[in-house]
T-cell receptor
Framework: GAGVSQSPSNKVTEKGKDVELRCDPI?????LYWYRQSLGQGLEFLIY????????KSGLPSDRFSAERTGGSVSTLTIQRTQQEDSAVYLC????????????FGQGTRLTVV | DQQVKQNSPSLSVQEGRISILNCDYT??????FLWYKKYPAEGPTFLIS?????DKNEDGRFTVFLNKSAKHLSLHIVPSQPGDSAVYFC?????????????FGKGTLLTVNP
């Protein structure tokens, strides 16, 4: 497909378990973002990857959260020892430019921690 | 501390009339503003943007106005159509070091009634 693809679409996990969320950006896009949207909130920045530069991890809420981007393409967001407050929609976006203007978003992964 | 505020959680208008969605910001370093539209179970899609050097940008039925002195922007949709019913997010970028980050408001749910 031509768009940003995220998997799974929905994930229900038990508190304390680890989860991995996957993002396939648009081919050729150098910038990749992870955002999350908690209930009733706006989109919250988590992490930014740009080419081979060190990622900006300043938005990750705790050390239970980590992300990788392999080969400048696919990215995985990992949440360890999930908590109920981690429940949210996790959105990935990619952009062809460094300023992320008009970034293209995936459909998101809805994570529910029970 | 919310830097981008959309104070109206929802707005309802009649088909054919004008929809006006408002957004306020507090960070004077913001120099680029975007509107995204989001349907349920889909990721946000870019709609229209404006640079801080302009006060108006128009694209078809959509016009964004920027009032820098008031730190206020608005999105006008004329005429409104039922297919415009969605959540609209205002977002901003700054001119500083982390100029790739998008800071989002909480969104306004627009309902256009036939």
């Amino acid at each position: 497909g031509a768009g940003v693809s995220q998997s799974p679409s929905n994930k229900v996990t038990e508190k304390g378990k680890d989860v991995e969320l996957r993002c396939d950006p648009i081919s050729g896009h150098t910038a990749l973002y992870w955002y999350r949207q908690s209930l009733g909130q706006g989109l919250e920045f988590l992490i930014y990857f740009q080419g081979n530069s060190a990622p900006d991890k300043s938005g990750l809420p705790s050390d239970r959260f980590s992300a990788e981007r392999t080969g400048g393409s696919v990215s995985t967001l990992t949440i360890q020892r999930t908590q109920q407050e981690d429940s949210a929609v996790y959105l990935c976006a990619s952009s062809p430019n460094t300023r992320g203007r008009e970034a293209f978003f995936g459909q998101g992964t809805r994570l529910t921690v029970v | 501390d919310q830097q981008v505020k959309q104070n109206s959680p929802s707005l309802s208008v009649q088909e054919g009339r004008i929809s006006i969605l408002n957004c306020d910001y507090t960070n004077s370093m913001f120099d680029y503003f975007l509107w995204y539209k989001k349907y349920p179970a889909e990721g946000p899609t870019f709609l229209i943007s404006i640079s801080s050097i302009k006060d108006k940008n128009e694209d078809g039925r959509f016009t964004v106005f920027l009032n820098k002195s008031a730190k206020h922007l608005s999105l006008h949709i004329v005429p409104s159509q039922p297919g415009d019913s969605a959540v609209y997010f205002c977002a901003a970028q700054n001119s500083g070091g982390s100029n790739y980050k998008l800071t989002f408001g909480k969104g306004t749910l627009l309902t256009v009634n036939p």
